[in-house]
């Protein structure tokens, strides 16, 4: 294997875990706190029609971003609204929200833009670059440079935001009094309660935290992996990284594992498009729907082999009611 196909491949796996990355470790916030979050798919969709619609209109990188923010924001205010402050189902809420984030980023692609619910492409300068274009295209024979340089130094800003945000969530939970707090109320809601702590108040913080990292998931695709937005482009990431944050057993740096793991793997996946069975098997060209969801089923398999048991946060789903 030469040193371009390594840093192509280094490359690809980073820019496929980063939305997955962001997406799981939004929910992992969430879910810490007691609040399982479903909708993780939706808020991704729908920050990413936000940011594409804004920053087409507007012309505006930071546009864009905020508008991003705000959309994945208020849905996760709305998924509190209806399952902290109102004790509903929170699986029910989270499929109602990725239904919804379905639905309505079409239709308002449809009114606003008239391109069957696609945005108009985003600007090349508007949209998110890498920090060291040098390194954009791999050199052979040039080891280096291929591997170090466009494997790992090749990425936009959002690309190393997202594994900076693993340590961040891991320092955040197991370093500081706001983390101990949150980790509780998913354990023990009625001991934080009697602490004189408000366990809705430390949900909503959770869900708001939650609602900004969806945000920048949303912005990557659309202003940085992508030049617009399509119908349903996230395409199940929002459910792969809730499996990666199960098989992750709710801990950052597993979780980030269990997202290289799938990035890894479509990452070749990509590679094998056009791949020809052997001559004793007709010598056709590979299903590339097989090889599509080679990633889902070997990741599956991989995790559910070597990850053990996941005990989820104890309180988890449960809505917390008030003694009197």
């Known amino acids: 294997m030469d ?20 997406c799981a470790l939004a929910g992992l916030l ?18 990413a029609f936000a940011a594409a619609a804004a920053a087409s209109l507007g012309h505006s990188t930071a546009l864009g971003v905020t508008a991003a923010l705000l959309v994945a924001c ?12 109102h004790r509903g189902d929170q699986v029910v809420t989270g499929v109602a929200i990725n239904m919804v984030a379905a639905g309505l980023t079409v239709v308002l692609g449809i009114a606003w833009f008239a391109q069957g619910g696609q945005t108009p492409p985003v600007a090349p300068e508007v949209r998110i670059s890498a920090v060291a274009p040098a390194f954009a295209e791999p ?20 690309v190393y935001l997202a594994f900076a945000l693993v340590v961040g969530v891991w ?8 983390g101990l707090r949150l980790r509780a109320v998913g354990e023990n809601p009625a001991m934080v309660d009697a602490a004189g702590v408000s366990v809705p108040g430390l949900r909503y913080t959770a869900l708001l935290l939650n609602g900004l990292i969806c945000g920048l998931a949303g912005s990557y695709l659309t202003l940085a992996q992508n030049a617009s937005f399509s119908p349903n482009m996230t395409a199940g990431r929002g459910f792969i990284a809730l499996a990666a944050m199960i098989f992750g057993k709710w801990k950052p740096l597993p979780t980030m594992a269990a997202c290289l793991l799938f990035g890894f793997l479509d990452a070749v996946a990509i590679r094998l498009q056009g791949t020809r069975l052997p001559a004793a098997f007709g010598g056709g060209e590979v299903p590339v729907q097989l090889i599509q969801a080679l990633p889902y089923l070997l990741t599956v398999i991989l995790l559910a082999g070597f990850i053990g048991q996941a005990l989820a946060p104890k309180a988890l789903g449960r809505p917390y009611v008030k003694e009197r």
Do not use: Y
């Open 74 to 85: 208020a849905l996760s205010l709305l998924h509190g609204f209806a399952c902290v402050s």
């Open 139 to 158: 050199q052979a024979g040039q080891w280096l440079q291929a591997v170090l340089g466009h494997g790992l130094l090749s990425h936009n800003l959002l």
């Open 171 to 178: 320092f955040l939970l197991e370093h500081t009094k706001l």
């Open 30 to 47: 969430s879910e810490r706190s007691g609040v399982i979050d479903i909708g993780l798919e939706g808020k991704m969709l729908f920050a």
């Open 3 to 22: 040193e371009v196909l390594i840093g192509s491949l280094i490359a690809s796996t980073l820019r496929v875990t980063t939305p997955l990355l962001l």
